[in-house]
């Protein structure tokens, strides 16, 4: 089973500023990688899928990068709405689909 | 507008079972494969099963086989997650959520419901 392990567990930030989360995959899962926002009481909400796209309806502001084993979400500008715990996923040659262990990015 | 709506959570006790339904509204339900996500209390996310937009394959996380059964009706679109065997450790609260593939069966999960809680408890 692939284990994915996401760096920082959690961020303090402020509003407006650049935000960089990592996600390491225990061996490759090509470009098969997704992220998740999930605030409290509330379903997940697919952001990016296959490393890089964009899922529908998501704004500019989320971006995805990686390849391999190493993966990165980066939102360019923080608002309000975005404090939330992301989680990645992936699905190389699922199953099983796993997820890592979340980074909660919180208010300064 | 998509909308999976679960139900039939609740209390169990532990080596009791319970059924959970998935309803889905807006969705072409038959053209796409649907799976089961879980979350524990402070815990992340957990995968547990996914079933083909036809039901020709089924595929279940270890941590669930043997216990935990998924199924569909399309000519009522539903999906349904059959848990037997209850134990403390699977309180959570239990998602449906349908892949993003379509026919093509992609692995990643794009429309959510709001969840359905079940608690195991005595």
């Known amino acids: 089973e692939i284990v994915l392990t996401q760096s920082p567990a959690t961020l303090s930030l402020s509003p407006g500023e650049r935000v960089t989360l990592s996600c390491r995959a225990s061996q490759s899962v090509s470009s098969y990688l997704a992220w998740y926002q999930k605030k409290p009481g509330q379903a997940p909400r697919l952001l990016i899928y296959?490393?890089?796209n964009r899922a529908t309806g998501i704004p500019p502001r989320f971006s995805g990068s990686g390849s391999g084993t190493d993966f990165t979400l980066t939102i360019s500008s923080l608002e309000p709405e975005d404090f939330a715990v992301y989680y990645c996923q992936q699905r190389s040659n699922w199953p099983p689909v796993t997820f890592g262990g979340g980074t909660k990015v919180q208010i300064k | 507008q998509v909308r999976l709506v679960e139900s039939g959570g609740g209390v169990v006790q532990p080596g009791g079972s319970l059924r959970l339904s998935c309803a889905a509204s807006?969705?072409?339900?038959?053209?796409?494969?649907m799976h089961w996500v879980r979350q524990a209390p402070g815990k992340g996310l957990e995968w547990l099963a996914f079933i083909r937009y036809d039901g020709s394959n089924k595929y279940h996380a270890d941590s669930v086989k043997g216990r935990f059964t998924i199924s569909r009706d399309n000519s009522n679109n539903k999906m349904y997650l059959e848990m037997n065997s209850l134990r403390a450790e699977d309180t959570a609260v239990y998602y449906c959520a349908s892949d993003l593939g379509g026919y093509f069966d992609w692995g990643y999960f794009d429309c959510w419901g709001q969840g359905t809680l079940v608690t195991v408890s005595s």
């Open positions: 807006g969705l072409s339900f038959t053209m796409y494969g």
């Open positions: 296959g490393a890089s």
